[in-house]
């Protein structure tokens, strides 16, 4: 689904020069894999995601989504960023049904799929409220329902759990793969389409460790900047459905988890030094 090859990006600084983010990143993600992207902080995860978006073109290198190379904005996708994009001035039920309302639908057809997400993600008593009248979590869940009405082949998630607390990041990393694992429409059910074909592919870039494990198929570990570029990928060879609020404590997760924050844990301190000689 997605195939990044050889892929840089680099910035002109203030004084004239220039600063390379990413270097020479090449990365597959099959058709409904989850892959989960770590690294330190201001390594250039956000950055990729930006240029799998087409929000950013590589200064080199080549993005390909499917059979076609990312010329401009990838229409196969969806962005769920760190920061809810709702509409203040929209009720929730206006806010999931944008897209469709934008793609062409009536408002009536759009409205009456954006009642269906919203009881998918639990939130049809609230239809008729405003985010301001939302907790925070319930906010991620609109978010949701936006990026999963639009039905895309492909969701891109930029941190979009961190500014929750810990017990409601488990409640929405539970629900992110509930709605993950499910048909994506009743029509795909009934047809009899296998699930692992008809789930979004995702690419999901989170700071937490614990997360990128709990989550995802395989975790992809970026070295610090600058220059960053990818230095360890494992699959996670837990069974799914997971258990989120058990999945932690077992042995298989805390062996990975280790595994990978030895490569992970080199990378932050690299990082932490470049700071301080800055």
Same mark, same amino acid.
């Given at each position: ?15 004239? %020069? ?15 894999a989850f892959v989960a992207l770590v690294g330190p902080s201001g390594c250039g ?16 290198? $080549?993005?390909?989504?499917? *059979? ?22 929209? *009720? ?12 062409? $639908?009536?408002?009536? *057809? ?26 925070? %979590? ?20 930029? !941190?979009?759990?961190? /500014? ?16 993950? !694992? ?31 494990? /709990? ?38 997760f805390i062996d990975l988890y280790r595994t990978l924050w030895a490569v992970l844990? !080199? ?12």
């Open positions: 689904m997605l195939e990044l090859d050889r892929v840089t990006r680099a910035f002109a600084t203030p004084d004239g %020069g220039t600063y390379c983010t990413l270097r020479d990143i090449s990365l597959k993600v099959g058709s409904g995860k956000s950055t990729l995601l930006n240029i799998v978006a087409g929000l950013l073109r590589p200064t080199s290198g $080549r993005v390909r989504v499917g *059979d076609e190379e990312l010329a401009g904005l990838n229409r196969r996708a969806t962005y769920m960023f760190q920061q809810d994009a709702l509409l203040p001035w929209k *009720d929730v039920r206006d806010n999931v049904a944008l897209g469709l309302v934008l793609a062409g $639908r009536t408002r009536a *057809d759009a409205n009456r799929s954006a009642d269906e997400w919203l009881a998918r993600v639990g939130l049809t008593a609230f239809a008729s409220h405003y985010p301001s009248q939302l907790s925070g %979590g319930m906010r991620k869940r609109v978010a949701m329902a936006q990026n999963w009405i639009i039905d895309r082949d492909i969701l891109l998630m930029d !941190e979009p759990f961190s /500014a929750l607390d810990v017990h409601t990041r488990q409640r929405m990393e539970t629900e992110l793969l509930a709605l993950w !694992e499910a048909p994506r429409s009743a029509e795909s059910f009934m047809v009899g389409r296998a699930f692992q074909a008809i789930r979004k592919t995702i690419l999901f870039v989170t700071h937490d460790l614990e997360e990128a494990i /709990a989550l995802a198929d395989d975790v992809v570990v970026l070295s610090a900047g600058p220059a960053s570029h990818i230095v360890a990928r494992h699959p996670v060879a837990l069974e799914r459905p997971r258990d989120l609020l058990e999945l932690r404590t077992s042995a298989a844990r !080199e990378e932050v301190i690299k990082s932490q030094r470049e700071r301080s000689r800055a």
